[in-house]
């Protein structure tokens, strides 16, 4: 009884000392029903029970208490402004002119000279500087080679060419070049540059618009660092890009501001990801929810569910996995309507939320377990809010979106989940957890129910889900898994727009064997072989038969280990997905 009454007295100083602080978080009471510190003072008869309100200031002071005090710095998105002009470049004046070549363009004469005959009149009027540098430098044009030339004096201060490899045709090719020019004004601080293509006019008039946004795309994104945790950050230099060679008009201009858009979205959805658990929790990923509701509330509304309201639509799988936190699951559903017309189709987008990922008691250990980078384990709702945020911006017409996130964090306490457990998700399914960390499947089963519950006609699901997805295609394509092959041309048709690298997989029904219980209607993992396609199965047994739905798993290309750096995956096909089904 001493030990109880001690536990009670610290408890009543720890709410005492932080009743003067605000409130953190959007929803309190789950976490202090989490700790279940209620049966203390059932037998303690020496205080009084808190209040309610003394209780969530109570509980917020023991999750503030784990974030290390680190917060972000405030830093605006790369602000650049886009010009299609049609112009000499001879004549161009500014920071940097970089021009796009293929191979083929580079091709010389018997004198040296170039054939091609943009590139011959610029290098006319740079007195042959140029087809020098190309030949002593080795520069064939191939992917990822450049040169670059220092020219005081003339209209522009550099010049450079940028290879596109054998052949340009592909978004990635034209996104990589502006990217390229965006490191290039990096390096040499410059604020304005002009970038065109040797060879323009060998692309179809309906095709250089897109084209022009690819190059935008680049630029941007290539322009943007993540110095939000650094005690010392740079503002970019470049502030305005003209695109020379590719037409102007009303249709390229509405393409730039289409890039533009998306990469906002991009931009913010690599920023969810970058950021650290001890920062993102799950209720501050709600914020960041109702922040673009609130900025877009012309078209977004939000919903925040708490635990107790999760609790009523008797979704146990998702609080199974949430049970363990410190940090309350918040269950996150914005919806999109067009502003004005009719809706003629309505879809749903769900993203697996988990903020951060121990594994549970089946925690991640021993070498490439990767726990130290299991922040990114929420990049599928990052791919979705970024959508929603580019969405907001571009507002299409016809289609209803709802934007599903089951946020939580998977972590080991004594509330926590054990291997054995059987939940009850909301469909009434049960499944006995045989594995603690394969706990994304658990949540969005939860949220694919939810989703069907909307009334739309598809869902695409996108969850950082196996490791066995990234062994199959590696750190850069995306697994794609569905029963319906129309809403698998759509949406395979959305990725070669955006350039993004998606491949179809088998959903073998017969694997599904493996994922019977003996106690429950289904285990949450059924082994080693074929799991990106066990996971798959698992999570369609939470998909209404009407519906078409999709899943895509994105352990592989959410992060970039090279640059240590989240990529901001699946956000560019969401949006021309999502714009396929508008009227």
Request: glycine share 12%; charged share 20%.
């Given at each position: 009884m001493a030990a109880i009454r001690v536990a009670s007295t610290s408890l009543t100083l720890l709410a005492s000392t932080s009743s003067s602080s605000s409130c953190y978080y959007h929803s309190c009471p789950s976490i202090f029903t989490k700790f279940r510190f209620g049966p203390i003072w059932a037998v303690s008869l020496t205080f009084p029970p808190l209040s309610s309100r003394r209780a969530k200031r109570m509980a917020h002071s023991i999750a503030r208490a784990t974030l290390g005090l680190t917060q972000p710095n405030k830093i605006d998105p790369?602000?650049?402004?886009?010009?299609?002009?049609?112009?000499?470049?001879?004549?161009?004046?500014?920071?940097?002119?970089?021009?796009?070549?293929?191979?083929?363009?580079?091709?010389k004469d018997e004198n040296s000279k170039f054939k091609n005959v943009v590139l011959q009149k610029l290098d006319s009027k740079l007195g042959g500087l140029l087809s020098e540098a190309s030949s002593e430098e080795d520069f064939t044009g191939k992917a990822g080679q450049s040169t670059f030339l220092r020219l005081p004096g003339l209209g522009s201060k550099r010049v450079g060419l940028i290879g596109l490899g054998s052949a340009a045709s592909a978004t990635v090719t034209y996104r990589n070049l502006g990217e390229a020019v965006a490191a290039a004004a990096k390096s040499t601080q410059a604020s304005n540059v002009a970038i065109t293509l040797a060879s323009s006019e060998g692309i179809p008039a309906e095709l250089k618009p897109s084209t022009a946004s690819?190059?935008?795309s680049g630029a941007v994104l290539g322009t943007f660092d993540d110095n939000r945790f650094k005690s010392e950050s740079k503002q970019p230099s470049l502030k305005s890009v003209e695109i020379l060679g590719l037409g102007t008009g009303p249709e390229i201009e509405k393409k730039l501001k289409y890039a533009q858009d998306v990469c906002s979205g991009i931009i913010f959805g690599k920023e969810l990801v970058n950021a650290p658990a001890n920062v993102l929790t799950p209720g501050a990923l709600a914020s960041e929810?109702?922040?673009?509701?609130?900025?877009?509330?012309?078209?977004?509304?939000?919903?925040?569910?708490?635990?107790?309201?999760?609790?009523?639509?008797?979704?146990?799988?998702?609080?199974?996995?949430?049970?363990?936190?410190?940090?309350?699951?918040?269950?996150?559903?914005?919806?999109?309507?067009?502003?004005?017309?009719?809706?003629?189709?309505?879809?749903?987008?769900?993203?697996?939320?988990?903020?951060?990922?121990?594994?549970?008691?089946?925690?991640?250990?021993?070498?490439?377990?990767?726990?130290?980078?299991?922040?990114?384990?929420?990049?599928?709702?990052?791919?979705?809010?970024?959508?929603?945020?580019?969405?907001?911006?571009?507002?299409p017409a016809g289609v209803e979106v709802h934007f599903i996130?089951?946020?939580?964090?998977?972590?080991?306490?004594?509330?926590?989940?054990?291997?054995?457990?059987?939940?009850?998700?909301?469909?009434?399914?049960?499944?006995?957890?045989?594995n603690t960390d394969a706990e994304g499947r658990l949540t969005l089963a939860d949220a694919l129910v939810y989703a069907c519950n909307q009334g739309v006609e598809k869902i695409?699901?996108?969850?950082?889900?196996?490791?066995?997805?990234?062994?199959?295609?590696g750190p850069s394509i995306g697994g794609v898994f569905t029963p319906s092959d129309d809403l698998a041309k759509e949406v395979l048709g959305a990725s070669e727009v955006s350039g993004e690298k998606l491949w179809r997989m088998p959903l073998e029904e017969s694997y599904w064997d493996s994922m019977k219980s003996g106690v429950a209607d289904m285990v949450n993992t059924g082994g080693r072989q074929g799991g990106a396609i066990t996971a798959a199965l698992f999570l369609k047994q939470f998909v209404d038969e009407k519906v078409q739905w999709m899943h895509i798993d994105i352990a592989g290309p959410v992060w970039n280990d090279k640059k240590k750096n989240a990529t901001g995956f699946g956000i560019s096909t969401l949006v021309e997905w999502v714009l396929k089904n508008s009227s």
């Open positions: 790369p602000k650049v402004s886009f010009a299609a002009k049609e112009i000499d470049l001879g004549e161009w004046k500014g920071d940097i002119l970089a021009v796009g070549v293929t191979e083929k363009d580079l091709a690819a190059i935008a929810a109702q922040k673009i509701a609130s900025e877009y509330s012309d078209v977004f509304s939000a919903k925040i569910l708490d635990v107790e309201q999760c609790k009523e639509l008797k979704m146990g799988s998702y609080l199974g996995v949430a049970a363990a936190s410190a940090n309350p699951p918040h269950f996150i559903h914005l919806c999109y309507k067009p502003p004005s017309g009719e809706v003629k189709t309505k879809l749903a987008l769900v993203g697996k939320g988990l903020t951060f990922d121990s594994g549970g008691y089946n925690i991640k250990t021993g070498p490439g377990c990767s726990i130290e980078l299991m922040k990114f384990d929420m990049g599928g709702s990052a791919a979705v809010l970024g959508a929603a945020k580019a969405l907001g911006q571009i507002k996130v089951a946020a939580c964090e998977n972590m080991i306490s004594g509330t926590g989940m054990r291997p054995g457990d059987i939940v009850t998700a909301s469909n009434g399914k049960t499944i006995e957890v045989n695409v699901d996108l969850a950082t889900l196996t490791g066995a997805c990234v062994v199959a295609l």
